[in-house]
């Protein structure tokens, strides 16, 4: 009867050798492997033409009264003078004109951080969630560098879902207005995006 350290050190062996084996394959074959097989675009549409779009909207942040949109979820740190380390979550409404009660195309869901010392610079991790037309339901995701109060802010689109699938781009953020005394802030985003 082999003991059982000598079936586990065969185990082993085995498992390695099965490695060895494939590793020296073509790579060719390697890419049809299990989990990842080449396929043909026209599958999902891809073969199409590829379109380059302008959304322009506002983006509202609303940090006041009893529905704000945009809440904090980590205080700053006591000895910042840019709310260094502070992060706040947002479920921001995205409308066609600058007013609030202007037609709402979507909501910025996600949050933003900042993320700078000695100036005002945000970290913005933010989803459009599209809902007008045959946008509603699709999505395109912002991560980027947004330096308030620069005149203009640019932040790439890395990606998006629906009709924003393979989606890139970028977004360029305008402040449109703020309330000094509520801190209630508009910003014109302007973003480019291809998609198909
Ligand atoms: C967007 O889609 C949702 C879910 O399918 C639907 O309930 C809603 O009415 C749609 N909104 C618009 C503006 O078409």
């Known amino acids: 009867m082999p003991s059982k350290h000598f079936l586990i050190t065969l185990f082993f062996f085995l498992l390695i050798s099965c490695n060895t084996l494939s590793a020296s394959t073509s790579s060719e074959k390697q890419d049809t492997v299990d989990f990842v097989r080449p396929i043909d675009r026209k599958l999902l549409g891809l073969n199409k033409k590829e379109k380059l779009s302008h959304f322009k909207f506002y983006w509202h942040d609303i940090v006041s009264g009893k529905n704000p949109t945009s809440i904090v979820v980590i205080p700053p740190s006591l000895n910042s003078n840019t709310a260094f380390g502070s992060v706040r979550m947002i479920d921001n409404p995205l409308t066609l004109g600058p007013q609030l009660n202007s037609k709402i195309v979507g909501k910025a869901q996600g949050f933003y951080a900042s993320a700078c010392k000695d100036e005002v610079d945000l970290l913005m991790a933010m989803n459009f969630a599209f809902t007008e ?64």
């Open 133 to 196: 037309g045959k946008y509603n339901g699709s999505t395109l995701t912002i991560l980027g560098r947004n330096a308030v109060f620069h005149k203009v802010r640019e932040m790439p689109v890395i990606g998006g879902s629906g009709v924003f699938r393979f989606a890139r781009g970028y977004a360029e953020a305008n402040t449109h207005s703020i309330d000094f005394k509520s801190e209630d802030a508009c910003v014109e985003y302007n973003v480019h995006v291809f998609h198909y």
